[in-house]
Structure formats: structure tokens, C-alpha cells
């Protein structure tokens, strides 16, 4: 089975800027969550998503959104890019998001924002 | 809301030492408790975990952690480390019952000298 993919690997933006990412769960997984990881902060969770349902949610502010499409592919933005949303995004995947589920982690996309 | 603290962010070890990653989290139910790590240059992936039952977790690659509820802590041990154990180290909590909102530590990074 294929592992999760994450698209681009790598972005560098400018502030006030906005960006889209893409990840692509594992085939039959329905459960697409996403976290930024940073070395200061570790990894942050963002949102979950199931069925293309936000079903859990961070406290990062609404300038990041994101969406899971009916073949459960995700995406997230990032509006009105700021210095500080530098980092790596990650997205994982599970099969329901229960919490027996293990989640399984893409390479993650590394954001630059100049 | 809940935390997870891990204690030491860099830790230097000779192969066959033993080592002991130290993980507090903070939250007054139930809990869910993961190890990840993430060895250079690849996924995070998942080392071990504890739901319920017995508190001694044995995990990959001869990892274990042991959950004490009435410290609240969940530490990684192993008994000889191996330099192919060269990897940053995550330690992980979730809501028990609920569906997969994950906070991680920040992270160790553990070297193993050969």
C-alpha cells in the first residue's frame, strides 16, 4: 500500500500571500488530520477531518481552513501568509480517527514565507 | 486543555547505554498515551501506545513505556541503545473516548555515539 503523500514538499511564499497544500491518505483511510510542526512549538494540531466533516479543530486562527474532498484527499490554506507560519505541515491519516486508530504521517510540506 | 511536557530535548548516549525519556502530560480524564518517532530523514511513525489495561507498553525495536497514572507520566525506556536508535523522540496524549485530537511534546532528540 501506497503511505501517505503530501503535496509540494517544499513552498516559499511571501507575506500576504496564501497557500494551498495537499495530502492523499492511504487508500481506505477516511481520517485526514494535519499538524504544523515547528522547533520551538513541536507539532501542533490543526484539524481533523471524516467524511468531509471538520470533526476536531486547534486554536489556530481562521486564516488556516482546510477541506476533505468525497475520495478523502485533504487540503489546507493558509490566507494572509505571515513570517511566523513558517514550518512544516504534516498530515497523517487513520481509518476512522477512532482513538484505537494509528495514524500514519506523510514528509510533510515545508513552508517558507519570506 | 491538555499538555505534554517532555523534560529533556537532547540527549547523548554510547551504544549499550540504557536510556529513560522522561514524558509528563497534564489532563484530568482518561487518557490515551503514544511514543512516535521520527528517525532522520524519514515519517514519523509510531512506536508504541497505551489505551487501557496493562501499564507496561511494549512497543518497536525493544522500546517500552510505562504509564503511572498518579504521576501522570508515560517514559520511554530501552534497555541497550543502538545507534541505528539515532532519532528524534515524541511523546503523545489524546482524550480517551473521543476522536483523534492529538497534543505531542515537543520532542528529544536522542544521539547514540557509536
Known amino acids: 500500500k501506497a503511505g501517505v503523500t503530501q503535496t509540494p514538499r517544499y513552498l516559499i511564499k511571501t507575506r500576504g500571500q496564501q497557500v494551498t497544500l495537499s495530502c492523499s491518505p492511504i487508500s481506505g483511510h477516511r481520517s485526514v488530520s494535519w499538524y504544523q510542526q515547528t522547533p520551538g512549538q513541536g507539532l501542533q494540531f490543526l484539524f481533523e477531518y471524516f467524511s468531509e466533516t471538520q470533526r476536531n479543530k486547534g486554536n489556530f486562527p481562521g486564516r488556516f481552513s482546510g477541506r476533505q474532498f468525497s475520495n478523502s484527499r485533504s487540503e489546507m490554506n493558509v490566507s494572509t501568509l505571515e513570517l511566523g507560519d513558517s514550518a512544516l505541515y504534516l498530515c497523517?491519516?487513520?481509518?476512522?480517527?477512532?482513538?484505537?486508530?494509528?495514524?500514519?504521517f506523510g514528509p510533510g510540506t515545508r513552508l517558507t514565507v519570506l | 486543555a491538555q499538555s505534554v511536557s517532555q523534560h529533556n530535548h537532547h540527549v547523548i548516549l554510547s551504544e549499550a547505554a540504557s536510556l529513560e525519556l522522561g514524558c509528563n502530560y497534564s489532563y484530568g480524564g482518561t487518557v490515551n498515551l503514544f511514543w512516535y518517532v521520527q528517525y532522520p530523514g524519514q515519517h514519523l511513525q509510531l512506536l508504541l501506545k497505551?489505551?487501557?489495561?496493562?501499564?507496561l507498553v511494549k512497543g518497536i525495536k525493544g522500546f517500552e513505556a510505562e504509564f503511572i497514572k498518579s504521576k501522570f507520566s508515560f517514559n520511554l525506556r530501552k534497555p541497550s541503545v543502538q545507534w541505528s536508535d539515532t532519532a528524534e523522540y515524541f511523546c503523545?496524549?489524546?482524550?480517551?473516548?473521543?476522536?483523534?485530537?492529538?497534543?505531542f511534546g515537543i520532542g528529544t532528540k536522542l544521539q547514540v555515539i557509536p
Open positions: 497523517a491519516s487513520s481509518l476512522i480517527g477512532g482513538e484505537a486508530d494509528t495514524q500514519y
Open positions: 503523545a496524549v489524546s482524550n480517551s473516548g473521543g476522536y483523534q485530537k492529538v497534543t
Open positions: 497505551y489505551f487501557s489495561g496493562d501499564p
